[in-house]
């Protein structure tokens, strides 16, 4: 059951929201009444995104930057306020044999994955511990506890990305703010279409389960953040039907 009111004008932060997880997670809580701010690099497909938000009567601002460049992180967090959640969903992924990464490919991942998202993270949690209040919402990956051939880096990002947000929930217990680790499989978005090493796109090709929908880990999030104030979801997996 889905609770509006408890939603209704919060005011919540989404990163990476200009496609997948991010964009569905903006739309689900759109039509649930919150005050979003929403942020990515590409400004154009943030416009696109907002339009659809206020056809769903919601509030909606936009900023778009580059969370790899710490003078706009900092801007963001001052727009961003007293905001009662932060979703971080941005992250970028190169699949490939750890042998043929390039270092750039592998600081690419763990720059956005991992320190990016540790330094927005960091602005807007002080500023949580201050009010005494807010829900910090972490996107990490079943690659945070498995790892697999051609995902490597990706795994130990995520790795990372998960041993802060456990260690953060762990400082921040009994300061009135929690802490929610998402963990999905597969999902269906553009996230792998930078990966083209050939044995990248044969095994994305042999796949037979069908990937999660975008929508469906965002169902996730609306759950997690809309429980009772002292009901805390720590960690949600999610994994297509028949995914081990
Ligand atoms: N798809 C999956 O199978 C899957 C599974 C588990 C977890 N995840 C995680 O879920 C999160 C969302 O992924 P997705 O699948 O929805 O991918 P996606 O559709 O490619 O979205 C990634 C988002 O991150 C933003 N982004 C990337 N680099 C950025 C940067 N430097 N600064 C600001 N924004 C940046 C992108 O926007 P711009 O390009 O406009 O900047 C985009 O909005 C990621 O953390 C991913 O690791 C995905």
């Given amino acids: 059951m889905q609770n509006n009111h ?5 005011k919540v932060l989404i990163t990476g929201a200009s496609s997948g997880i991010g964009r569905s997670t ?3 809580l759109a039509q649930m009444g919150c005050d979003i701010l929403v942020t990515s690099r590409r400004h154009s497909e943030l416009e696109k995104l907002a339009l659809e938000c206020q056809a769903l ?19 963001l967090a001052l727009k961003a306020g007293d905001v ?7 992250g970028v992924l190169t699949y490939a044999p750890i042998l043929e990464m390039t270092a ?28 005494k209040s807010g829900h910090i ?32 929930r762990l400082e921040l217990q009994g300061s009135g703010i929690r802490v929610t680790e998402i963990a999905p499989g597969m999902v269906d978005t553009p996230i ?31 759950y997690a953040i809309q429980t009772d104030f002292n009901c805390c979801s720590d960690l949600i997996e999610l ?3 028949g995914a081990a």
């Fill in 104 to 131: 750039k490919e592998c600081m690419d991942m763990f720059n956005t994955n991992v320190l990016a998202t540790f330094a927005l993270t960091s602005e807007i949690a002080r500023s949580m511990v201050k009010r």
């Fill in 57 to 75: 009567g919601a509030r909606i601002e936009i900023s778009a930057g580059d969370l790899n460049n710490p003078s706009y992180v900092e801007e």
């Fill in 192 to 222: 792998r279409d930078t990966s083209n090493h050939p044995a990248v796109l044969a095994a994305i090709k042999a796949r037979t389960i069908k990937a999660l929908t975008p929508q469906e880990v965002a169902q996730s999030v609306v």
């Fill in 6 to 10: 408890l939603l209704k004008g919060k």
């Fill in 137 to 168: 919402v972490m996107i990490t990956s079943t690659a945070a506890r498995e790892v697999y051939k051609l995902g490597g880096v990706y795994c130990a990002t995520k790795h990372a990305l998960s041993a802060i947000t456990r260690s953060l």
């Fill in 26 to 28: 903006a739309l689900a």
């Fill in 84 to 90: 009662d959640i932060l979703i971080n969903s941005a």
């Fill in 239 to 241: 994994r297509p039907r």
